[in-house]
């Protein structure tokens, strides 16, 4: 929490040119606005927080979770893409042994199982 120095404080301390910052360390971090609220109410002083004075940084880090979120996104979209394409290109150049294996009466279980495990 930063507590900015106004003409209050500079009256204070008898330093009317000096403009200076006192910094106060909270056991809870995200309750530094109420505390911050509370030293503006009681002192008079202009009171900001690290999440006020840190805005512009936390808009950014949520903004690059969103992008890595649609990353992310689309990484699996083409890998998932990719895996059908295979598995349909595997199944087009093997449509005649399929063939003959349901032709000797093999069960689809048996063909998937087939398919699934040999290289």
Known sequence: ????????????????EVISTIG????????????????????GLDAVSWLEANVEILNLLNTQKIFCKYFYLLIYGIVGFGIANTLINIVA????????????????????????FSP
Do not use: C, W
């Not at 809870?28 to 009681?42: F, K, L, T």
């Open 1 to 16: 929490m930063i507590l900015q120095k106004n003409r209050h404080t500079a009256h204070f301390f008898n330093e009317p």
């Open 24 to 43: 106060v360390r909270v056991a809870d971090p995200y309750q530094a606005e109420v505390i911050a609220s509370s030293i503006e109410r009681e002192s």
């Open 93 to 116: 150049q093997r449509t005649s042994e399929i063939g003959t294996l349901k032709a000797m009466g093999a069960s689809q279980k048996s063909i998937m199982v087939v398919f699934l």
